[in-house]
């Protein structure tokens, strides 16, 4: 019997992205729940992202909205003709 595969076939870049659109208020800690990673790992990820112009983290009180800047296009040259928007609106439903 062959051995199940462990990979997935999105990253945890676009995991997180796609926790965070499905409820933008989400606690990270509730995000790394979900995604299988550590707490510290969604923040570096939430933190590139950020820096890499996709999404934006807006303070409420004490808590994190995130706004999704779903124009990015994709960076990899394979499908750098699409944008961020693009991915999310076939995999999440709004």
Not at 31 to 55: D, F, K, M, N, Y
Not at 61 to 87: M, P, S
Request: net charge positive.
């Amino acid at each position: 019997m062959t051995e199940p595969h462990h990979w997935t076939f999105f990253t945890n870049h676009a995991h997180v992205l796609i926790c965070l659109v499905r409820n933008s208020e989400q606690p990270l800690r509730e995000v790394a729940l979900s995604v299988g990673i550590t707490e510290r790992a969604v923040q570096r990820i939430v933190t590139e992202l950020e820096q890499g112009g996709c999404l934006k983290r807006e303070k409420i009180g004490r808590q994190n909205k995130y706004k999704i800047n779903d124009q990015v296009q994709l960076r990899h040259v394979l499908e750098a003709h699409r944008t961020i928007g693009d991915v999310l609106e076939i995999l999440v439903e709004r």
